[in-house]
């Protein structure tokens, strides 16, 4: 049962070090879910994937090896590449969230306290907040203004850019905050980024907070109620990097779950013409439940679905209801990895191991196993075949020892549709972390695993 460690499978590491140089790029440059889904469409179309409201409007019919994409609100994104199979017999479906844990800004934001100039905050996800305070931060997001035109922000990337911050107590005069408990250390209320602190000479009050908004005026042509109908994200500045001596992890922001959104998706893009129909759905809002228009608890995929096989003339509730009861999802999210620094929330025979290749979850959940989507051992099976059969490093672990914590994926949702569904993905270090690890052999095998997945099963 011992698992070997899948660096050792390789004589030339090229193709593991060529292949996560460009997802190091993918997670440098997509920090907002809306991000990754222009770049993923950008992947996509040049691969010959065709929007489908354009094939749609095109009244062309789709078939066999035709690809086409679905996104909604720019957030969520469904691309099929279409198998010889009647869509009825089912998908086989690799699903990932794009969303990440952060800190979003307040729709009225801006305040003065004593001439520093500071942006109110709100989290997303879970987070340990005294992790992010005194790190270089960035701002990325969109504004809507008023004629309806959509200002995309990016700010804290470019190594000319300012970034922004969150500051922290010295620790000179902390001895009331050393007492407190890590939850109260830093309080959610009390995130505010500092940006900015020259006062304006012109204006009668609220002088550096009227000068930052002359700046914003000027420069990016915000107003202050333009931050009302914005969604700007105060992630992590700068480019995701080699980890480790031998390069042989990556460190970045937002592995959760980037690291099985791009290695799903490039799996899609990369197979040939499948038997059955291959998915990747990339999903957003799964750090505060699914929930949402663009969270999977949406109807938006099932809509998508029912949209192509309407242009398969594959017509009729009863067809689709077949389709999704019949199709088959790794439900990819990132694995606790093992981290010698706190070896005892783990029992070590069922943990995740950074390098030990694809990690499957058969439940995750907490306390007995509450709220898990629990995969059936005859689908398991066929899963481990289909990655043995094309020589894929995968593990079986779980979240932590039994009674520690827990966690959940969006497993239980495509499973409703009474669809086999297994939780697959990568194990990660510093989860939910302003900077996470995973290894280099890990990324690549969840590639191949994927690939082995949409091929075989
Ligand atoms: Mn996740
Ligand atoms: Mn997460």
Same mark, same amino acid.
């Given at each position: 049962?011992?698992?070997?460690?899948?660096?050792?499978?390789?004589?030339?590491?090229?193709?593991?070090?060529?292949?996560?140089?460009?997802?190091?790029?993918?997670?440098?440059?997509?920090?907002?879910?809306?991000?990754?889904?222009?770049?993923?469409?950008?992947?996509?179309?040049?691969?010959?994937?065709?929007?489908?409201?354009?094939?749609?409007?095109?009244?062309?019919?789709?078939?066999?090896?035709?690809?086409?994409?679905?996104?909604?609100?720019?957030?969520?994104?469904?691309?099929?590449?279409?198998?010889?199979?009647?869509?009825?017999?089912?998908?086989?479906?690799?699903?990932?969230?794009?969303?990440?844990?952060?800190?979003?800004?307040?729709?009225?934001?801006?305040?003065?306290?004593?001439?520093?100039?500071?942006?109110?905050?709100?989290?997303?996800?879970?987070?340990?907040?005294?992790?992010?305070?005194?790190?270089?931060?960035?701002?990325?997001?969109?504004?809507?203004?008023?004629?309806?035109?959509?200002?995309?922000?990016?700010?804290?990337?470019?190594?000319?850019?300012?970034?922004?911050?969150?500051?922290?107590?010295?620790?000179?005069?902390?001895?009331?905050?050393?007492?407190?408990?890590?939850?109260?250390?830093?309080?959610?209320?009390?995130?505010?980024?500092?940006?900015?602190?020259?006062?304006?000479?012109?204006?009668?009050?609220?002088?550096?907070?009227?000068?930052?908004?002359?700046?914003?005026?000027?420069?990016?042509?915000?107003?202050?109620?333009?931050?009302?109908?914005?969604?700007?994200?105060?992630?992590?500045?700068?480019?995701?990097?080699?980890?480790?001596?031998?390069?042989?992890?990556?460190?970045?922001?937002?592995?959760?779950?980037?690291?099985?959104?791009?290695?799903?998706?490039?799996?899609?893009?990369?197979?040939?013409?499948?038997?059955?129909?291959?998915?990747?759905?990339?999903?957003?809002?799964?750090?505060?439940?699914?929930?949402?228009?663009?969270?999977?608890?949406?109807?938006?995929?099932?809509?998508?679905?029912?949209?192509?096989?309407?242009?398969?003339?594959?017509?009729?509730?009863?067809? !689709?209801?077949?389709? @999704?009861?019949?199709? $088959?999802? #790794?439900? *990819?999210?990132?694995?606790? +990895?093992?981290?010698?620094?706190? &070896?005892?929330?783990?029992?070590?025979?069922?943990?995740?191991? !950074?390098?030990?290749? @694809?990690?499957?979850? $058969?439940? #995750?959940? *907490?306390?007995?196993?509450? +709220?898990?989507?629990?995969?059936? &051992?005859?689908?398991?099976?066929?899963?481990?075949?289909?990655?043995?059969?094309?020589?894929?490093?995968?593990?079986?672990?779980?979240?932590?020892?039994?009674?520690? +914590?827990?966690?959940?994926?969006?497993?239980?949702?495509?499973?409703?549709?009474?669809?086999?569904?297994?939780?697959?993905?990568?194990?990660?270090?510093?989860?939910?972390?302003?900077?996470?690890?995973?290894?280099?052999?890990?990324?690549?095998?969840?590639?191949?695993?994927?690939?082995?997945?949409?091929?075989?099963?």
């Amino acid at each position: 049962m011992e698992n070997k460690n899948a660096w050792l499978k390789y004589d030339d590491v090229k193709d593991v070090f060529d292949f996560t140089e460009n997802y190091r790029h993918y997670i440098s440059i997509c920090k907002t879910e809306r991000e990754c889904v222009d770049e993923a469409i950008s992947l996509a179309k040049e691969k010959g994937y065709e929007d489908l409201k354009d094939v749609m409007a095109s009244k062309k019919k789709l078939s066999a090896g035709d690809k086409v994409y679905a996104v909604h609100m720019n957030k969520t994104l469904a691309l099929f590449h279409i198998g010889e199979e009647a869509m009825e017999k089912g998908m086989n479906i690799l699903g990932a969230h794009i969303d990440s844990p952060r800190i979003d800004i307040k729709q009225n934001p801006l305040y003065e306290d004593n001439e520093l100039v500071l942006l109110d905050t709100h989290y997303y996800g879970g987070i340990k907040k005294y992790q992010w305070v005194t790190l270089p931060l960035a701002m990325h997001g969109v504004i809507i203004k008023k004629d309806g035109t959509r200002v995309k922000v990016v700010i804290g990337e470019d190594e000319n850019d300012p970034v922004v911050g969150i500051s922290d107590l010295l620790i000179h005069l902390s001895a009331d905050q050393m007492s407190k408990t890590a939850a109260k250390v830093v309080e959610g209320e009390d995130l505010n980024v500092l940006v900015g602190s020259i006062p304006s000479k012109t204006a009668e009050k609220e002088q550096s907070k009227e000068a930052i908004l002359s700046l914003l005026k000027e420069k990016y042509n915000i107003e202050e109620e333009d931050f009302r109908c914005a969604e700007l994200e105060i992630v992590p500045a700068g480019k995701a990097r080699d980890y480790g001596l031998d390069r042989s992890m990556i460190m970045g922001y937002g592995h959760d779950d980037r690291v099985c959104a791009y290695t799903s998706l490039r799996a899609l893009l990369d197979s040939v013409t499948p038997k059955r129909t291959s998915v990747c759905l990339l999903t957003d809002k799964e750090e505060v439940g699914s929930i949402g228009a663009t969270g999977a608890s949406s109807k938006f995929f099932e809509n998508a679905v029912a949209e192509i096989m309407e242009l398969m003339q594959e017509t009729g509730e009863l067809k !689709l209801r077949r389709c @999704l009861f019949n199709s $088959k999802m #790794l439900s *990819s999210d990132v694995s606790a +990895g093992y981290d010698p620094n706190y &070896p005892s929330v783990n029992e070590m025979k069922n943990t995740a191991f !950074l390098g030990k290749g @694809l990690c499957f979850n $058969k439940y #995750l959940g *907490s306390r007995g196993k509450g +709220g898990s989507n629990d995969a059936n &051992p005859e689908y398991l099976r066929d899963v481990f075949n289909a990655m043995e059969k094309e020589n894929v490093s995968f593990q079986t672990c779980e979240l932590g020892k039994v009674d520690q +914590g827990g966690g959940g994926t969006i497993a239980y949702i495509s499973a409703q549709y009474g669809m086999e569904v297994v939780d697959a993905g990568v194990a990660v270090q510093n989860m939910h972390a302003p900077w996470e690890v995973v290894s280099k052999v890990d990324v690549y095998e969840a590639y191949l695993g994927y690939k082995a997945f949409v091929k075989n099963m």
